[in-house]
């Protein structure tokens, strides 16, 4: 089995390039317009990366291409644009029983959605167990970069609405392939990730858990609200975060010549657990997963934050029997790891994981989601 090679464009990568767009655009600053912290289903939002198709039937066309590993790619009406996404049935898949799992590509090169299907080999894992998966596309931003509109992305000027098309996503696939309804996952990779952790905030009410593999909460930028609104409904949160992360910063990053603040391993968890989402009674251990954050200079390059010794973190006792569980990758960049990552001497490698967590990213992923459906 192979580790897969980093496959997305992080934030502090990014900076230079946007800065660069930015100042040939002779904006004062790099940082895109936000969007608005809840986006209502109704939005008239659009991008350039995609025409608009208010004249587009809104019966579903029948797919007309296919991965190379088989998926079919759909098309979806989301406020006057025509979204994609890639959908993969196995033949274990069964209505009314079988679970959802949308995924959620890195930035760049890390997507589209067939490129996501590629590097995770979701399909296999869905051959084994029966799950259907959506590999969603997102749309281009301000930099010609395929990207999604997490909180509070600083690289659109255009914000899509990707609540939405996650939602009527989900909707659709309801209708067709009648998944159970108390079994739809999200996970996503890298700025898949951070959306996926949107996600998890606005659709908790129809997703029973997210799984982050790389990636974090939030951006703050000084033209964006500097916090995050409470979680719709609990949902259990599975954050699996490498510390050599270049370009998803494990302990975070603040960047003074920007204002802007990217999201810790400790402010991700502490969301998740505290009051404004699962409102958890018990932590362990009771302790910081990092003793400091990272800065970055004008130029985008990051000095990391310093690590804790902890290699896991668990939230229980939470509303509606969610769970919040963290896992430290040691030497853990941004891939989607396929090897078993608890063998000693390579890296990545997190020594609580095993047969029952799972070892690999996607046992370690469905695993958790198996054992957290959405509760009556």
């Known amino acids: 089995m192979k580790i897969q090679v980093r496959r997305d464009q992080g934030f502090a990568r990014v900076c230079r390039s946007a800065l660069a767009f930015a100042l040939l655009m002779g904006v004062l600053s790099l940082i895109a317009q936000p969007t608005p912290d809840s986006v209502s289903a109704s939005s008239n939002a659009s991008s350039s990366s995609a025409p608009n198709t208010a004249n587009v039937p809104d019966k579903q066309e029948p797919p007309t291409d296919r991965s190379i590993r088989g998926a079919t790619q759909e098309w979806i009406l989301v406020d006057g644009l025509t979204r994609s996404f890639w959908l993969y049935v196995p033949r274990k898949y069964r209505s009314h029983e079988s679970a959802l799992i949308i995924a959620l590509h890195g930035r760049g090169s890390g997507g589209p959605g067939t490129a996501m299907e590629q590097y995770t080999s979701l399909d296999e894992k869905a051959d084994q167990v029966g799950f259907a998966v959506a590999y969603l596309d997102g749309l281009t931003d301000a930099t010609g970069t395929v990207n999604w509109n997490y909180f509070y992305d600083p690289f659109f000027t255009t914000a899509p609405n990707d609540v939405s098309f996650v939602r009527e996503t989900i909707d659709s696939l309801q209708n067709r392939i009648h998944p159970d309804r108390r079994r739809i996952y999200v996970t996503g990779t890298s700025a898949g990730g951070f959306m996926a952790e949107r996600v998890g905030v606005e659709l908790s009410d129809r997703v029973a858990a997210i799984g982050v593999v790389e990636g974090g909460l939030f951006v703050y ?3 964006s609200p500097q916090t995050i609104p409470n979680a719709a409904e609990p949902i259990s949160v599975l954050l699996l975060k490498g510390d050599q992360d270049p370009f998803n910063q494990y302990c975070g990053a603040i960047f003074p010549s920007f204002g802007v603040t990217e999201a810790s391993s400790d402010q991700d968890f502490d969301y998740w657990a505290g009051p404004s989402a699962n409102q958890c009674l018990r932590v362990y251990p009771n302790a910081s997963l990092c ?11 990051v000095t990391p934050g310093m690590t804790s010794s902890l290699v896991r973190k668990e939230a229980a006792g939470c509303r509606a029997d969610t769970e919040v ?4 990758l040691l030497g853990g960049g941004d891939r989607w790891n396929q090897a078993p990552m608890n063998v000693p001497g390579q890296a990545p490698f997190n020594p609580d994981l095993d047969s029952h967590t ?6 370690i992923l469905w695993k958790f989601f198996e054992e957290h459906p959405k509760r009556e």
């Open 221 to 223: 930028s000084p033209q």
């Open 291 to 301: 003793n400091s954050i990272g800065v970055g200079d004008a130029q985008g390059n």
């Open 325 to 328: 569980r963290l896992y430290r």
């Open 358 to 363: 799972g070892v690999t990213t996607n046992d």
